[in-house]
T-cell receptor
Framework: AQKVTQAQTEISVVEKEDVTLDCVYETRDTTYYLFWYKQPPSGELVFLIRRNSFDEQNEISGRYSWNFQKSTSSFNFTITASQVVDSAVYFC?????????????FGTGTSLTVIP | DGGITQSPKYLFRKEGQNVTLSCEQNLNHDAMYWYRQDPGQGLRLIYYSQIVNDFQKGDIAEGYSVSREKKESFPLTVTSAQKNPTAFYLCASQSGTGSGGASYNEQFFGPGTRLTVL
């Protein structure tokens, strides 16, 4: 079974629209970490944010915001007033436990296209 | 500047040949990883290493081999046993220190190598 599910394969929005990328995870660990990465057309993954399982506070960074809800095992990502530069593939990932080298479980990614 | 370098960026291989992808990091990170990405798919873990001279198989290790002789280097060899090697390969590293347990730390990624089998 998939540990991280990103049900939205592709999303297209018109510039300045808001868009939410969904991420649902599955784990039995009480200690875990969630991440979002951006993969622009160049291919290199860029780290955006991490959240640990003990901190359910939502976070806002400029036009980006993240909503972490343990009750629904979701860690959704919202881009406000989208821009063409936001066009990329976005990955959600899960890491369980405490130790370096634990496997990251990546979702299949959501390809976002922002139309000018 | 600290970071991860992968070379070459594009690689072409004839069927039946082994090929080695380079991954070097100067971030002093303990853990290193190799992922494979196919079009429209997520990242699948090939191998990972937590310390020098030690590595573990990931989900799709068959047809691949690695070595970790130095902390900063983690080369991946795609052997002729790999049936469908054409893909985008990403190397990553992760620090072993930090608050909240080491798994708290994000993985840093290299620019990737696109391998095509002719």
């Amino acid at each position: 079974a998939q540990k991280v599910t990103q049900a939205q394969t592709e999303i297209s929005v018109v510039e300045k629209e808001d868009v939410t990328l969904d991420c649902v995870y599955e784990t039995r660990d009480t200690t875990y970490y969630l991440f979002w990465y951006k993969q622009p057309p160049s291919g290199e993954l860029v780290f955006l944010i991490r959240r640990n399982s003990f901190d359910e506070q939502n976070e806002i960074s400029g036009r980006y915001s993240w909503n972490f809800q343990k009750s629904t095992s979701s860690f959704n990502f919202t881009i406000t007033a989208s821009q063409v530069v936001d066009s990329a593939v976005y990955f959600c990932a899960l890491s369980e436990g405490w130790y370096t080298g634990n496997q990251f479980y990546f979702g299949t990614g959501t390809s976002l296209t922002v139309i000018p | 500047d600290g970071g991860i370098t992968q070379s070459p960026k594009y690689l072409f291989r004839k069927e039946g040949q082994n090929v080695t992808l380079s991954c070097e990091q100067n971030l002093n990170h303990d853990a290193m990883y190799w992922y494979r990405q196919d079009p429209g798919q997520g990242l699948r873990l090939i191998y990972y290493s937590q310390i020098v001279n030690d590595f573990q198989k990931g989900d799709i290790a068959e047809g691949y081999s690695v070595s970790r002789e130095k902390k900063e280097s983690f080369p991946l060899t795609v052997t002729s046993a790999q049936k469908n090697p054409t893909a985008f390969y990403l190397c990553a590293s992760q620090s072993g220190t930090g608050s909240g347990g080491a798994s708290y730390n994000e993985q840093f990624f290299g620019p990737g190598t696109r391998l095509t089998v002719l």
